[in-house]
């Protein structure tokens, strides 16, 4: 097999301009534009409308390149585009070769008869996507959420980029992945999938291979196996005439695979070579993790339970939904991605959910989870819409389908294909216009269509119709006892945060509240005259209808009025983070019975108001550091009542944990009412209550607004593992009195030790600095007077040179009391 890539400098223009100007490949028009000086930046103040008229043109791209004498020697020379965004034509020496109109899928095209030896000229005209589907949608009316363009149903195209309500309406176009022509002479292989069977002291994997022969050549296929060390342990040959293979693999005392924290990432190659006629052909590796993942769903005294079994083991789900890192994809890369998955493994995370409005990422993700051990949830990229199921939309889908668990389906991060985001519930529970037929076509697509395709394509993973789901056919999809759930009365039904406590979900995959991001942030997309929650430039950073008004609501039922800006943005911040630790907290709590919490959403794809815990640019919200604790494999944590509390410590390993409780009732002080300590010994995946406090004979009248419970959780050899404090007063009526925060810094050889000292006590301390991005080992935390806490501040992680002067004289700290 021969590869002559295209990627690189292209050139390209607006159709009906004559000057050609300089792009790249894979890249977009906005990102060449934005490379150019040649259109505004859309994430700044309001120029997201002036950038999005430039999509209701129509661009082309085009490149010289020579093929030689060899290329053109193989009796099959093809062109492939593993991604074009979105509705092109493709002309090579000017002859039209086909036109393409999903985003989301590869287009192979035999190009043999076509190439000249020597030049060539290859084109590609990309036609606006907001003519496409405005004309489409006068031809058939379909619905879809309200935040998006009008008609973005119709184009397989990543639905988040006509808008949502995150995002901004910027539908970028251009050729977003690699282009090249691909040569080859009696055989290829075609495609491999590799199923494993566990037993007890082996691994047995069956490699399937499909090829592609050209007349009567003998092919032979040979499969080995490399152990994580690089060593082979394991070679099989197969002859044979037809066009499938199937050779079995052997792995003895196989390393296995778990999530982050349950074990370790041992990966194997598995390495595929196709002979021809005696020669090498072709070679594919894969590489792969040895383990079995399972979607249990059996009924129990609640309902059914739905959660994951990974090597038998059961897994409470602990994580958030992705979302494409960036509105203009040319953008993203590994390296990115990679700093966004280390922070998801530094939260404790154990699972990402890749929702269905994006695209489906690229390889370096699911590598990037593979090595990282994080579970994923993969969704079909369909979300909150109707689509219309004609026979050419049925065509494309079921491409798009093949190529992307084709691609994906070997990596041992994936845990289950899933059809779609909230579709199903909202055929039930949504007030839009509803036809028979698209109704119907729903049940073609999601239940049938999709479904047929992950079982004749990857059988091994499961597929799940819908989320939420309660397993299909319009039945409760939102149902508390089975399934999955999203729930979003906090938030959007103005419930308070312990309305969380009422319910006892069997998997939350979507739960959420937002936030504004750091002022830091804010300074990047707006003039000193725009820093008001209401001007008109932050409005069109927050994109979700109402929602600063929703913050100012459960500001009013939390805390007091912060003084400026700053203040607003940081209580902000912390009201995101307790109204998810309330949740997760309680479902953690009913482990077994409750077995994931995956909150909405992890990320932002620009700088706006959102329900992100990592904002643009990649910094913290107080959510994050909150989502470190609450998802700590043993975590101890308090229902609380007006004068009551119930300790309960939770533990996710597979070993019971032997420890101690401790807990003090104090004064805004810190003056000790009452203390006590009790030893522990919880179980492995269990839940268990460790003490009950009634204080009602000490917090009555006034002192409910100046007490506060301490409590934390040692290990057998002495350390803390988790710890937090809890009040029995809305903390706007607690009297908190000036903590006068202290701050000393001391340099060690690899890091940083802030260290924050307070004279009362202090809620949700924030250690920043006004310059210096970080990530710290704790923040937004809780200190008692007489008892300092330090963090750390690794010095690689900082992204610069930060001298111990520069953290001296430029750090901030605060508290709650010093926002108002």
């Not at 055989?187 to 291979?209: F, G, M, P």
Request: negative net charge; aromatic residues 14%.
């Amino acid at each position: 097999m021969q590869r002559l890539t295209l990627n690189g400098t292209w050139e390209f223009r607006k159709i009906g301009e004559d000057t050609w100007l300089t792009g790249t490949v894979p890249g977009s028009v906005y990102a060449d534009l934005l490379q150019l000086n040649k259109m505004p930046d859309p994430f700044y103040r309001d120029n997201e409308e002036k950038v999005r008229a430039l999509a209701a043109f129509d661009y082309e791209y085009q490149r010289m390149f020579h093929a030689g004498e060899e290329l053109l020697a193989n009796d099959v020379v093809r062109l492939v585009f593993e991604g074009i965004d979105t509705v092109a034509e493709i002309y090579l020496n000017d002859q039209l070769l086909r036109r393409a109109d999903n985003m989301h899928r590869t287009y192979v095209i035999d190009v043999k008869d076509i190439l000249n030896q020597g030049e060539n000229t290859l084109r590609v005209v990309l036609l606006s996507p907001l003519q496409y589907i405005e004309k489409k949608q006068k031809e058939i009316p379909i619905w879809g959420v309200e935040d998006a363009v009008e008609g973005f149903p119709h184009l397989r195209k990543a639905h988040s980029m006509f808008g949502w309500d995150w995002g901004p309406q910027l539908p970028d176009a251009g050729i977003w992945k690699s282009v090249s022509l691909q040569g080859f002479t009696g055989a290829r292989l075609d495609d491999i999938y590799i199923t494993q069977i566990h037993e007890k002291d082996s691994v047995r994997l069956n490699v399937a291979v499909e090829k592609e022969c050209l007349s009567d050549s003998h092919a032979a296929a040979v499969a080995r196996v490399f152990d994580p060390d690089g060593e082979l342990i394991h070679e099989v040959r197969e002859v044979s005439s037809g066009e499938n293979m199937l050779l079995s693999l052997t792995v003895e005392n196989p390393q296995k695979w778990y999530p982050v924290q349950y074990g370790g990432q041992p990966l194997y190659k598995v390495e595929i070579e196709l002979l021809s006629n005696g020669k090498v052909a072709d070679v594919k590796s894969y590489t792969i993790g040895l383990r079995t993942i399972e979607v249990v769903q059996e009924d129990d005294e609640w309902g059914q339970s739905f959660y994951f079994r990974v090597n038998g083991i059961p897994i409470f789900a602990k994580g958030a939904n992705y979302i494409p890192e960036d509105n203009i994809l040319a953008r993203t890369n590994r390296e990115r991605t990679e700093r966004l998955i280390q922070d998801c493994v530094a939260a404790n995370y154990n699972m990402i959910r890749v929702w269905g409005g994006g695209n489906y990422p690229n390889d370096y993700f699911f590598e990037l989870c593979d090595q990282y051990g994080l579970l994923v949830w993969q969704d079909f990229m369909f979300a909150c819409a109707v689509y219309d199921l004609s026979e050419e939309f049925a065509a494309t889908v079921r491409e798009e389908v093949r190529d992307n668990v084709r691609r994906i389906r070997h990596h041992a991060c994936l845990s289950i294909w899933c059809g779609n985001n909230e579709l199903e519930t909202a055929w039930v529970d949504w007030g839009f216009p509803k036809t028979k037929k698209h109704r119907e076509d729903y049940l073609k697509l999601f239940e049938s269509l999709i479904s047929e395709e992950v079982a004749a394509f990857d059988p091994q993973t499961f597929y799940w119709p819908s989320s939420p789901s309660s397993g299909g056919s319009f039945h409760q999809p939102n149902d508390e006892n089975v399934g999955d759930v999203h729930y979003w009365d906090v938030w959007h039904g103005l419930k308070p945060f312990t309305e969380y406590r009422k319910f006892y979900f069997r998997f939350v995959s979507e739960f959420g509240f937002q936030s504004f991001p750091a002022m830091k942030t804010i300074d990047t997309f707006t003039e000193p005259e725009d820093r008001n929650i209401f001007s008109y430039v932050m409005e069109k950073h927050q994109k979700n209808g109402a929602a600063n008004g929703k913050i100012l609501y459960y500001l009013s039922e939390n805390f007091k009025y912060p003084k400026d800006l700053d203040s607003l943005v940081y209580t902000s911040q912390i009201l995101q983070a307790e109204a998810i630790k309330y949740g997760v907290e309680h479902w953690r709590r009913n482990f077994g019975r409750s077995m994931g919490a995956v909150y909405w959403q992890l990320n932002d794809c620009w700088p706006v108001a959102s329900w992100a815990s990592i904002d643009y640019y990649g910094r913290w919200k107080a959510l994050h550091y909150f989502a470190k604790r609450f998802f700590n494999m043993v975590l101890v944590s308090v229902k609380e009542g007006e004068a009551d509390a119930e300790i309960v410590v939770t533990n996710d390993f597979t070993e019971a944990f032997s420890g101690k409780v401790t807990w003090a009732l104090r004064t805004n002080r810190s003056d000790i009412v009452e203390q006590g300590e009790e030893a522990v010994r919880i179980d492995g995946l269990t839940a268990s209550q460790a003490v009950y406090l009634d204080f009602t004979d000490k917090l009555q009248g006034v002192d409910r607004r100046r007490c506060y419970l301490e409590y934390k959780l040692y290990d057998a050899e002495g350390a803390v593992v988790s710890k937090g404090t809890v009040l029995f007063a809305p903390a706007k009526h607690f009297e908190f009195l000036d903590p006068a925060l202290r701050l000393e810094v001391s340099e060690q050889a690899e890091r940083f030790d802030i260290t924050v000292s307070a004279a009362a006590f202090a809620k949700y301390v924030e250690v920043d600095h006004p310059e210096l991005d970080f990530v710290l080992s704790d923040n937004y935390f809780d200190i008692s007077a007489g008892e300092p806490v330090t963090v750390g501040l690794q010095k690689d992680k900082t992204g610069s040179d930060v001298t111990l002067a520069a953290l001296q004289n430029g750090l901030k700290v605060r508290s709650i009391f010093n926002t108002y």
